[in-house]
T-cell receptor, first 117, second 112 residues
């Protein structure tokens, strides 16, 4: 099956610094990827839709200047948390759908646990 | 408003017992329905999905789910639970596979 890889799986950073999280589709192309955020003991909330070669589409309430998304190729999307603060500590998960015609399943990465100290 | 409700936050069962996890949804159009499983610190693995056709869907690991339009439900079942099934289970709904709305999850604990 298709594989989506996220890196890093865990990261600890100091308050005020920026952190970049990568999401790669390893064996398929994805024109669209999705970034979710999961707080402890809560569900996943969609943050933004990442579109290859164009600007990301952010969900209501998500700060686009804080969560920078870049989808430079058909296999890579990055999420950069800028000027991170402790309240940004969370589990971030990306998903991607195979762009080939008929692809009906979104595959999830293993997630990145961000801790801001 | 579009939403997914998983009424049970935490369920505990004995190994070998049957399992049913409830999921109700509110969605304006014909939904795509999914069940995912998440082990601690891990990403999500798709158990099964329903798009159309037979309302009883078979998935991986011996799971099945039944779509009941009249009840707006998509409950997940397994006839005999294994200790390795202990995890968090999420029901999700969407227009397709892309922008999914997730329920709050049900944590399954399995006792030997």
């Amino acid at each position: 099956g298709a594989v989506v890889s996220q890196h890093p799986s865990r990261v600890i950073c100091k308050s005020g610094t920026s952190v970049k999280i990568e999401c790669r589709s390893l064996d398929f192309q994805a024109t669209t990827m999705f970034w979710y955020r999961q707080f402890p003991k809560q569900s996943l909330m969609l943050m933004a839709t990442s579109n290859e070669g164009s600007k990301a589409t952010y969900e209501q309430g998500v700060e686009k200047d804080k969560f920078l998304i870049n989808h430079a190729s058909l296999t890579l999307s990055t999420l950069t948390v800028t000027s991170a603060h402790p309240e940004d500590s969370s589990f971030y998960i990306c998903s991607a759908r195979d762009s080939r015609a008929g692809g009906t399943e979104a595959f999830f990465g293993q997630g990145t646990r961000l801790t801001v100290v | 408003a579009q939403s997914v409700t998983q009424p049970d936050i935490h369920i505990t069962v004995s190994e070998g017992a049957s399992l049913e996890l409830r999921c109700n949804y509110s969605y304006g159009a014909t939904p795509y329905l999914f069940w995912y499983v998440q082990s601690p610190g891990q990403g999500l693995q798709l158990l099964l999905k329903y798009f159309s056709g037979d309302t009883l869907v078979q998935g991986i690991k011996g799971f099945e789910a039944e779509f009941k339009r009249s009840q707006s439900s998509f409950n997940l079942r397994k006839p005999s639970v294994h200790w390795s099934d202990a995890a968090e289970y999420f029901c999700a709904v969407g227009h397709n596979t892309d922008k999914l709305i997730f329920g709050t999850g049900t944590r399954l604990q399995v006792f030997p």
